[in-house]
């Protein structure tokens, strides 16, 4: 079974640049997630689709941040104006089921470097 | 909201010891608490999830307990191994229905 892909691995912008991330999930997962991970810090649920509606995007900066989920399967995650504080690991994760009791996958990440 | 915490921040033990993570937990309403490892570099790997009817679980050499009502979850790890080293991170699904992650614990095992 291949795992939850995800690119770039690294990009460096400058602030007030835009940016993207792609995210492919684990094929049949129906659920997606996207969380930034602050370094020294847990991650933090940026947006949670359901196939390709949104179920929870309480904590994403919708004024900076977008995302989409085309088909329900591949999903991008966009920043636009990037701030410093942005630097993080944007981590894209998967799951099988809907309900709550089903394990995330993760993928590698993409490592953002705002200057 | 929920707060999720781990002590210690880092943990340095000789290989072979049985060592105990801890993880502590503020939303009384837990769903579910789960377990994750992180390597360097990488994204995370679930390794147990115990949900709240239960009260542990058990993969290989890892043994996972949820104690709800002193709001608190342990990971042990039997015969520990220079391969056990990673972050581990602990993550609690409550009212919020989202995961809410603690800061990690990162484990070092010499060899």
């Known amino acids: 079974e291949a795992g939850v892909a995800q690119s770039p691995r690294y990009k460096i912008i400058e602030k007030r640049q835009s940016v993207a991330f792609w995210c492919n999930p684990i094929?049949?997962?129906?659920?997606l997630y996207w969380y930034q991970q602050i370094l020294g810090q847990g991650p933090k649920l940026l947006i949670q689709f359901q196939n390709n509606g949104v179920v929870d995007d309480s904590q994403l900066p919708k004024d900076r941040f977008s995302a989409e989920r085309l088909k329900g399967v591949d999903s991008t995650l966009k920043i636009q104006p990037a701030k410093l504080e942005d630097s993080a690991v944007y981590l894209c994760a998967s799951t099988a089921g809907t309900g709550r009791n089903s394990p995330l996958h993760f993928g590698n990440g993409t490592r953002l470097t705002v200057t | 909201k929920q707060e999720v915490t781990q002590i210690p921040a880092a943990l340095s033990v000789p290989e072979g010891e049985n060592l105990v993570l801890n993880c502590s937990f503020t939303?009384?309403?837990?769903?579910?608490l789960q377990w994750f490892r992180q390597d360097p570099g990488k994204g995370l790997t679930s390794l147990l999830l115990i949900q709240s009817s239960q009260r542990e679980q058990t993969s290989g050499r890892l043994n996972a307990s949820l104690d709800k009502s002193s709001g608190r979850s342990t990971l042990y790890i039997a015969a520990s191994q220079p391969g056990d080293s990673a972050t581990y991170l602990c993550?609690?699904?409550?009212?919020?229905?989202?995961?809410?992650f603690g800061s990690g614990t990162q484990l070092t095992v010499l060899p």
């Open positions: 094929s049949g997962h129906a659920t």
């Open positions: 939303d009384s309403a837990i769903y579910n």
């Open positions: 993550a609690g699904d409550g009212s919020a229905r989202q995961l809410t």
